[in-house]
């Protein structure tokens, strides 16, 4: 693993081949700039969601919110999404990731973890209208609240990847992650606070956005 550590407040770059890349920021907050999980959980509008599996409705095990720029559409399951606009609080975050990671975000969905049963199944944000670059897919995943094992397998090898993704934490997958690894949030028997994670992503403006997933 060809791995380039620097200082504390900058991220640790992890080549994971065939173009694909992470940024790994353990100290991406400092305790003051973190907003409190279930705080900022309370100021968004989650929703519990369904999708649909071998012609069944499933409810998806967390709770969601999209928000984004004007025109910023989000599409799941079949169903289409208009933003919300951002809150005064996810709009700071959006700026301070834009300003150290240099990658114009306009986009972001909460993922809501209200236990260790809420999970994310195994899945790719690879869907074409994601940039931005076709070849450099950035989906930055930021995590408040409690700790949750991050898991990522590439799709032909099998190779794993692990992180412990706690408070304050950064994971941005860059580069052509999307097109050859996928990643899940597996479920756990522990008893765990909730978790809130925000995955912020580029979607292409000329186009009507399909629904990620991250984690």
């Given at each position: 693993m060809n791995e380039r550590r620097t200082r504390a407040s900058e991220a640790e770059r992890i080549d994971l081949g065939e173009g694909a890349w992470l940024e790994w920021w353990p100290d991406f907050l400092a305790p003051g700039e973190r907003p409190d999980a279930e705080t900022l959980a309370r100021e968004l509008p989650l929703r519990a969601d369904t999708f649909t599996l071998f012609g069944r409705t499933v409810p998806?095990?967390?709770?969601?919110?999209?928000h984004g720029d004007p025109g910023c559409r989000y599409r799941y399951s079949g169903?289409?999404?208009?933003?919300?606009?951002?809150?005064?609080t996810l709009a700071r975050l959006r700026d301070v990731l834009t300003a150290r990671t240099?990658?114009?975000?306009?986009?972001?969905?909460?993922?809501?973890?209200?236990d260790g049963r809420d999970?994310?199944?195994?899945?790719?944000?690879?869907?074409?209208?994601?940039?931005?670059?076709a070849d450099d897919v950035a989906v930055a995943s930021l995590s408040l609240g409690a700790p949750r094992r991050f898991a990522l397998r590439h799709r032909k090898t099998r190779e794993r990847r692990e992180f412990a993704l706690g408070d304050g934490n950064?994971?941005?997958?860059?580069?052509?992650?999307?097109?050859?690894?996928?990643?899940?949030?597996?479920?756990?028997?522990?008893?765990?606070?909730?978790?809130?994670?925000?995955?912020?992503?580029?979607v292409a403006p000329s186009h009507d956005p399909v629904a990620t997933r991250s984690a």
């Open positions: 998806v095990p967390r709770l969601i919110a999209w169903q289409t999404y208009e933003p919300a606009p951002w809150t005064p240099h990658v114009a975000f306009n986009g972001v969905l909460a993922n809501y973890y209200r999970s994310m199944g195994w899945h790719a944000d690879d869907e074409r209208e994601l940039g931005p670059a950064l994971l941005v997958m860059r580069g052509t992650t999307q097109r050859h690894w996928q990643h899940a949030l597996p479920k756990t028997r522990k008893e765990l606070e909730p978790r809130l994670n925000l995955t912020f992503r580029v």
